[in-house]
C-alpha cells in the first residue's frame, strides 16, 4: 500500500511540477520576449561559424551584430567574396569589389642569404631570438624560428629553409601567422588575382647597411618608383605596392626586369602553367602525420 | 548570538574549509573550463554564486514543503485523496530529478529575464548562464540542503532558509575564490615552460590538486571556531 502510495504521489508531484514549469517558461517566453532583428540571424547564419576572429570581432556572431549595426561586409577572411555577397544581400546593400585577403610575408632571404647569423641556443621561438641582439644581421627580416608555423590552425605556413613560407592552397586568410609574428614583417594583402607582386623586404635600412646583412635585400633605389609611381610608395628607404591601385592586368615585366635585387616576387596559388612546368621535378618527400587507429588498418572479416 | 555564529560557522566552512570544489571536487568542469582568464573566472564565479542561490531557494522549498518525510503540502494533499490514511508520505526519492528539473528550468526562466530587463548584465553573463545549468556544484548545493532538511532527524534540527541560503551564497564564494585563484596561477602558467606532455588539461590537474591540498590545511578550523565562539 505504502508503496503503490509514494509511486503515485511521485508520479503526481513530477506531472503538477512539469505542467508548473511550463506554464511558466511559456509565459516567460511571452512576455520576457525580446525582439531581436531578424537580420541578425540570417547574417550568422551566412557566416562560416569558425569563429576564427580574423574580421577582428569575437566570434562570427558578434560579427553579424556588427554588420547589422553598420559594420564594412568584407571583412570575413574565410568567407571571402561569396559570404560578403550574402551579407550585402541581407543588409541590402551593394558589395564593392573584394578580394581575399592573405598575409605575405616581407622577406625573402634563406639561411645562406641572410647574413651576420651567429649561433642562438636560447629558447626556439622567434618572440625570445627577437629580443636577443646579433642573431643575424637583418634586424627586420625573418627569424626562421617558426611562432607563424605554430599559431597557423591550417597547415598553411612553414619554414623552409629558414624563411617563413605561405602555401596559398591551404591558407584561408586568419591572419593569426600576421599578429604572432614578433618583427611584423606579415601582412594581410588583397590578393585581387591568384598571384600579386609583393615586395620580399623589410629593411629599411641604406643600401650599404642592407649589402652587408643580406644578399637579396632592397637597398631602396627607386626604380620601381621612378618606373610606376602610381603603383609604388617610398618611404625610409623601401618601396611599398599601393594595393588599391594595383590591379592584375598591369605590366608590371619592366619593374621587374629593372630592380637590382630582385625584391620584387609574385607570390600566390600556382597556376596550371607553373604546374606543368614542374610537373617533372621530383618533390622531396614530405612525411605527414599519421592520424590512423589501429581499427583503420585492421582488415574486414565479417 | 547563537544564531549568528552557527550561520557564520556554515558561511566559513563552505567558502573556505568544505570548499566545493577542493574540497569534495564538484564543479571541475568549469573549474578547468573557464579558468584561463582571471576576469572571466571571475564572471564565472558570480554567475555561479547567483545561480546557487535561486537553486537553493527552490530546492529547500521543494524538500521542506513537498519532498521530506512526512512534508506539510505533501500530507495535506494526501489526507484530501484519501481520509483517514495515516502513511508517511517520503518523496524524497524524487529529489535527484527534481533539483535537475528545478536548476535547469530556472536558469532558463532566469536567463530569459535578465536578457529583458538587464541587457547588459545578460551579455555579461554571456555563455556562463546556459553552462551552469549543468555544473554540479549546485545540483550538490541542493544535495547538501536536502540532507539537512530530509535526513534531520530530530525536527529542531531541520535547516531554514536561513541557513540553506547562507550556504548556498557562501558555497558560491567559495567557488569563485577557488576558480579565481586558479586562474591567476594558469596565467602565470603561461609564461612558463611547461614540459610538452603535460601542456593543457594535465598541468592545469596538477595544480588543481596541489592547490586542493593547500586547502586541506584548513580542515578542522571549523571544530576550533566552534568551541572558540559557542564555548563548547
Known amino acids: 500500500m505504502l508503496t503503490t502510495t509514494t509511486v503515485l504521489t511521485a508520479a503526481g508531484t513530477m506531472l503538477v511540477l512539469g505542467l508548473a514549469m511550463c506554464a511558466v517558461l511559456g509565459w516567460a517566453s511571452r512576455a520576457f520576449h525580446v525582439a531581436v532583428d531578424p537580420r541578425v540571424e540570417a547574417a550568422s547564419a551566412a557566416l562560416p561559424g569558425a569563429n576564427c576572429g580574423g574580421c577582428g570581432y569575437v566570434g562570427c556572431n558578434e560579427y553579424a551584430e556588427a554588420v547589422v549595426k553598420g559594420a564594412d561586409v568584407s571583412l570575413c577572411p574565410v568567407g571571402g567574396a561569396s559570404v560578403a555577397a550574402a551579407l550585402a544581400e541581407i543588409m541590402g546593400i551593394e558589395v564593392k569589389e573584394t578580394a581575399p585577403r592573405r598575409p605575405v610575408v616581407h622577406c625573402a632571404a634563406n639561411h645562406s642569404q641572410r647574413l651576420g647569423r651567429h649561433e642562438y641556443k636560447g629558447e626556439q621561438t622567434c618572440a625570445a631570438a627577437n629580443l636577443v641582439a646579433g642573431v643575424q644581421g637583418c634586424v627586420y627580416g625573418c627569424l626562421g624560428l617558426g611562432d607563424c608555423v605554430r599559431a597557423c590552425e591550417y597547415d598553411a605556413i612553414h619554414i623552409v629553409d629558414g624563411l617563413a613560407t605561405v602555401d596559398y592552397v591551404k591558407c584561408i586568410g586568419c591572419s593569426a601567422c600576421a599578429r604572432v609574428c614578433p618583427r611584423n614583417i606579415i601582412t594581410m594583402i588583397p590578393f585581387k588575382a591568384d598571384q600579386v607582386l609583393v615586395v620580399k623586404c623589410s629593411n629599411r635600412d641604406m643600401g650599404k647597411d642592407v649589402t652587408n646583412v643580406c644578399k637579396v635585400g632592397c637597398i631602396g633605389c627607386r626604380s620601381c618608383t621612378r618606373l610606376m609611381g602610381e603603383v609604388f610608395n617610398f618611404d625610409r628607404n623601401l618601396p611599398s605596392i599601393n594595393y588599391d591601385a594595383y590591379t592584375a592586368s598591369l605590366d608590371m615585366s619592366k619593374v621587374l626586369e629593372k630592380c637590382p635585387m630582385a625584391s620584387l616576387v609574385w607570390v600566390g596559388k600556382p597556376t596550371p602553367k607553373h604546374l606543368e612546368q614542374t610537373a617533372g621535378e621530383v618533390l622531396p618527400e614530405r612525411i605527414e602525420a599519421d592520424f590512423k587507429t589501429t581499427a583503420d588498418q585492421a582488415e574486414w572479416r565479417g | ?232
Open chain 2, 1 to 232: 548570538m547563537e544564531y549568528l555564529a552557527q550561520l557564520m560557522l556554515i558561511a566559513v566552512a563552505a567558502a573556505i574549509i568544505n570548499n566545493f570544489v577542493l574540497h569534495y571536487f564538484v564543479g571541475i568542469c568549469p573549474f578547468i573550463g573557464v579558468s584561463r582568464k582571471v576576469d572571466m573566472a571571475f564572471g564565472m564565479g558570480c554567475a555561479v554564486t547567483f545561480v546557487i542561490s535561486i537553486a537553493a531557494f527552490l530546492s529547500w522549498t521543494f524538500t521542506y514543503f513537498i519532498g521530506r518525510p512526512g512534508a506539510p503540502l505533501t500530507t495535506f494533499i494526501w489526507r484530501q485523496v484519501a481520509p483517514g490514511s495515516t502513511a508517511v508520505i517520503d518523496l524524497s526519492i524524487l529529489n535527484y530529478i527534481i533539483f535537475i528539473f528545478v536548476i535547469a528550468s530556472s536558469v532558463q526562466f532566469v536567463e530569459m529575464y535578465l536578457r529583458r530587463f538587464f541587457p547588459p548584465l545578460f551579455k555579461a553573463f554571456g555563455i556562463f548562464l546556459p553552462l551552469i545549468t549543468t555544473n554540479c556544484a549546485i545540483l550538490f548545493a541542493c544535495l547538501e540542503i536536502m540532507k539537512h532538511v530530509a535526513g534531520a532527524s530530530d525536527p529542531a534540527q531541520i535547516w531554514g532558509l536561513d541557513k540553506a541560503l547562507t550556504l548556498a551564497i557562501f558555497g558560491g564564494i567559495g567557488f569563485a575564490i577557488a576558480i579565481t585563484i586558479m586562474a591567476g596561477i594558469r596565467e602565470e602558467l603561461d609564461g612558463c615552460d611547461v614540459p610538452k606532455p603535460l601542456r593543457g588539461a594535465g598541468i592545469t590537474l596538477l595544480v588543481a590538486g596541489i592547490l586542493a591540498m593547500a586547502f586541506m590545511g584548513f580542515t578542522g578550523v571549523d571544530r576550533g571556531l566552534e568551541t572558540l565562539i559557542l564555548g563548547k
